[in-house]
């Protein structure tokens, strides 16, 4: 069935950092991909988005593309800030209106 | 209001109660999905909505779960008999409305922590 991996973490890095967080997902046909992110103490917020094959998505700095040939929609910011601190969750959505979540990436970005 | 609320935030319960769990979605948003997220796990897809009908339930776990959606707003999530393995949060989100397949972006709501002892 359609399913979604991502890298476990947690992911401890300095201010000003690359980033990279991997996800790669199953499904029979083209879903679209999403990351979302928490924030402590808040509910799940959108961050990007990709509908379709070579798209990349970008918000915040952050930027993922959707690689259909490798299953991957892996998320990218090129220097992270303290403020970015949270979960992040990859997400498919294929048919009707079901997600599929990763299980979720912790990062703590530190002075 | 602004976002999506969910009430109570926490919820502790003795195994065998029931409990409900309440979802306010956004005014105007016609979609209304629920989710439960196990601790270290990622959200799980439980039940959808359109207005008041309820679309999809393929994810509730067993007959002891039951969502409603009387008026088509508030919406609430009923747990009966409540097992250990119900422990878990569980997210609300809604959005504007699907048409032909097009995207709506899911707002979450803050989740609703159950502990069941």
């Known amino acids: 069935g359609d399913s979604v991996t991502q890298m476990e973490g947690p992911v401890t890095l300095s201010e000003e950092a690359f980033l990279t967080i991997n996800c790669t997902y199953t499904?029979?046909?083209?879903?679209?991909l999403f990351w979302y992110v928490q924030y402590p103490g808040e509910g799940l917020q959108l961050l990007l988005k990709?509908?379709?094959?070579?798209d990349k998505g970008s918000n915040k700095g952050f930027e993922a593309t959707y690689r259909k040939e490798t299953t991957s929609f892996h998320l990218e910011k090129g220097s992270v800030q303290v403020s970015d601190s949270a979960v992040y969750f990859c997400a498919l959505r294929f048919t009707g209106n079901q997600f599929y979540f990763g299980t979720g990436t912790s990062l703590t970005v530190i002075p | 209001g602004a976002g999506v609320s969910q009430s109570p935030r926490y919820k502790v319960a003795k195994r065998g109660q029931d409990v409900a769990l309440r979802c306010d979605p956004i005014s105007g948003h016609v979609s209304l999905f629920w989710y439960q997220q196990a601790l270290g796990q990622g959200p799980e897809f439980l039940t959808y909505?359109?207005?008041?009908?309820?679309?999809?339930k393929s994810g509730l776990p067993s007959d002891r779960f039951f969502a409603e959606r009387p008026e088509g707003s508030v919406s609430t999530l009923k747990i009966q008999r409540t097992q250990q393995e119900d422990s878990a949060v569980y997210l609300c989100?809604?959005?504007?409305?699907?048409?032909?397949?097009?995207?709506?972006?899911?707002?979450f709501g803050p989740g609703t922590r159950l502990t069941v002892l």
């Open positions: 909505f359109q207005n008041e009908a309820q679309l999809d």
């Open positions: 989100a809604s959005s504007l409305v699907v048409v032909g397949g097009a995207y709506n972006e899911q707002f």
């Open positions: 499904a029979t046909g083209y879903p679209s």
């Open positions: 990709a509908t379709k094959a070579d």
